[in-house]
């Protein structure tokens, strides 16, 4: 089974601080999402990214949020300054045309608690 | 309902029992997937059913989709212990690919029983 990878597993950041998310997307994948799921909430789609530039947003991905794909492998996420209600699993999502007929993997997630 | 809104929210039979679990959405889909998370856990893909297919099997896994109805069903037969988990579907609208925002609804959560 293909895996996309996320760091870190969990991250404890003060109120205000920069935070930064990363994911491996599978290696063949060339469209990433980010999405995000508030503690007993639903799972809800933040960004995709494809070829370098951002595809969709959704109105929580607001001036706070950014990402980016810094070394062609990685693919992150940026709070620049985190308020509580940023306290979510973050997932990373990746799909490929044609591939497992069009299925997209979600990482394990990074657990954020903004305190 | 919101779209992609699951019922029943929570569902707990026997071990060996069938457990069945249901979708509604609201707007016309590419397709439907369900996911399975484990407490505090990530999203593992169960499986991908298009909006030209009626029926989808997969192990113990079966779902169906009826878009005339707009909802799904994930049957999952004889259960065991390790299916106790939340179980979401969440489709994919008509739109370009690469954005494929997907909705997902609020879940089911399946507990069996040993």
């Known amino acids: 089974e293909p895996e996309v990878t996320q760091t870190p597993s969990h991250q404890v950041t003060q109120m205000g601080q920069e935070v930064i998310l990363r994911c491996v997307p599978i290696?063949?994948?060339?469209?990433f999402y980010w999405y995000r799921q508030i503690l007993g909430q639903k799972v809800e789609f933040l960004v995709s990214?494809?070829?370098?530039?951002?595809?969709?947003k959704s109105e929580i991905f607001d001036d706070q949020f950014s990402v980016e794909r810094p070394d062609g492998s990685n693919f992150t996420l940026k709070i620049r300054s985190t308020k509580l209600e940023d306290s979510a699993m973050y997932f990373c999502?990746?799909?490929?045309?044609?591939?497992?007929?069009?299925?997209?993997?979600f990482g394990e997630g990074s657990w954020l608690t903004v305190v | 309902s919101q779209q992609g809104e699951e019922d029943p929210q929570a569902l707990s039979i026997q071990e060996g029992e069938n457990a069945t679990m249901n979708c509604s959405y609201k707007?016309?889909?590419?397709?439907l997937q369900w996911y399975r998370q484990n407490s505090g856990r990530g999203l593992v893909h169960l499986i991908l059913?298009?909006?030209?297919?009626r029926e989808k099997h997969s192990g113990r896994l079966r779902v169906t989709l009826d878009t005339s109805k707009k909802s799904s069903s994930l049957l999952i037969t004889a259960s065991r212990a390790a299916d106790t988990a939340s179980y979401f579907c969440?489709?994919?609208?008509?739109?370009?690919?690469?954005?494929?925002?997907?909705?997902f609804g609020t879940g089911t959560r399946l507990t069996i029983i040993p």
């Open positions: 999502a990746t799909v490929s045309p044609g591939v497992d007929g069009n299925t997209i993997y």
């Open positions: 290696s063949n994948h060339l469209y």
């Open positions: 990214f494809y070829n370098n530039e951002i595809s969709e």
């Open positions: 707007t016309s889909i590419n397709n």
């Open positions: 059913i298009r909006s030209n297919e």
């Open positions: 969440a489709t994919d609208g008509l739109a370009n690919f690469g954005n494929e925002k997907l909705t």
